[in-house]
């Protein structure tokens, strides 16, 4: 992912957005091989995201090998022509969205207690109310468990680009009559990709550097 300057944002908005998501993109290859791609929930805490992996995917089994890989979470807001920002430049539509990519070192294990535990952590970030609040190595879960690993990538650098609206710091009322006019089309996600359209353009001084 281009680290292009005329979109990072801070990294307390970077932060803001990841955990605002459930799913991420885990990439890992091989020296010779096609990169795998896997799309997993997650967990983050501070430097370190916890995953877990079916054993049999290729993924897993590529970050095996290299435990060098990436992993991004996005989302698509929305796409605009380019007469919404110049009528004489074909140039201008854009697509709109949140990007944050990290490079990590992996490490996994394969024992089940680890993997429950793995489970367990994901259960009270995303569904607080499961049966029981935990995944335990018994009857139940056992055999599910085996088949099973728990991922911990080690986050070593990242990446994030928002393209939100028109780029640069003469754009800011070309992002707010891009946003309205996303509002007037109303098509599905159109009011959404709108609303953080605004959001980043309100966080932005005339000068297009970012408030603190």
Not at 56 to 74: E, G, H, I, M, W
Not at 112 to 130: K, N, Q, S
């Amino acid at each position: 992912m281009k680290d292009a300057p005329k979109h990072q944002v801070p990294l307390r908005l970077a932060d803001a957005f990841v955990a605002s998501q459930r799913q991420g993109t885990l990439v890992a290859s091989v020296e010779g091989g096609f990169p795998q791609v896997t799309l997993l929930p997650f967990i983050k805490d501070g430097d370190t995201i916890h995953l877990h992996c079916v054993q049999l995917d290729p993924t897993f089994q590529a970050l095996c090998k290299n435990p060098r890989v990436a992993f991004l979470v996005s989302e698509f807001l929305g796409v605009f022509p380019s007469d919404w920002v110049d009528p004489d430049d074909g140039g201008r539509g854009s697509t709109v969205y949140r990007a944050v990519n990290f490079e990590c070192i992996a490490s996994y294990d394969t024992s089940p207690d680890a993997v429950a535990a793995a489970l367990t952590r994901l259960l009270a970030g995303y569904e607080p109310g499961a049966p029981n609040g935990s995944i335990r190595d018994d009857e139940r879960y056992g055999g599910r468990l085996r088949q099973l690993a728990a991922v911990t990538l080690r986050i070593v650098g990242y990446q994030a680009k928002f393209k939100i609206g028109p780029a640069g710091a003469d754009e800011r009322e070309r992002r707010a009559a891009v946003a309205s006019a996303f509002r007037r089309r109303n098509l599905p996600g159109d009011a959404n990709a709108a609303e953080w359209i605004d959001y980043y353009n309100a966080q932005r001084l005339p000068d297009g550097r970012w408030s603190s």
